[in-house]
């Protein structure tokens, strides 16, 4: 098993930045990609940012040139820093980690984190 352990979240302005993080443990092996998802009350969970081990990336157009999503391999945590926060951009933020072995992917989500936008 693989555990998530996220941290970071918070109220902040709008305007304002934040940085979360996610640290995985247990069962890690590679290859794997991790990832930030979010989920606002009302709406499904949408991908935020994504990053594969080998340090590739893909965001979400609404956050694009905002946010910025990061690695390290070495202590396996992935980082979102987000800056000039909106109020759209308040939600519960997900990490999620899949791993891949032998032609399959194993999905691990963490407990999620609350950031709220507000003035």
């Known amino acids: 098993q693989v555990q998530l352990v996220e941290s970071g979240g918070g109220l902040v302005q709008p305007g304002g930045s934040l940085r979360l993080s996610c640290a995985a443990s247990?069962?890690?092996?590679?290859?794997?990609?991790m990832g930030w998802y979010r989920q606002a009350p009302g709406r499904e969970r949408e991908l935020v940012a994504e990053?594969?081990?080998?340090?590739?990336?893909n965001y979400a157009d609404s956050v694009k040139g905002r946010f910025t999503i990061s690695n390290d391999n070495a202590k396996n945590t992935v980082y979102l820093q987000m800056n000039s926060l909106k109020t759209e951009d308040t939600a519960v933020y997900y990490c999620?980690?899949?791993?891949?072995?032998?032609?399959?992917?194993?999905?691990?989500w963490g407990q999620g984190t609350q950031v709220t936008v507000s003035s």
């Open positions: 247990g069962s890690i092996f590679s290859p794997n990609d």
């Open positions: 999620k980690r899949s791993q891949h072995r032998n032609k399959r992917v194993y999905h691990y």
């Open positions: 990053i594969a081990s080998g340090g590739s990336t």
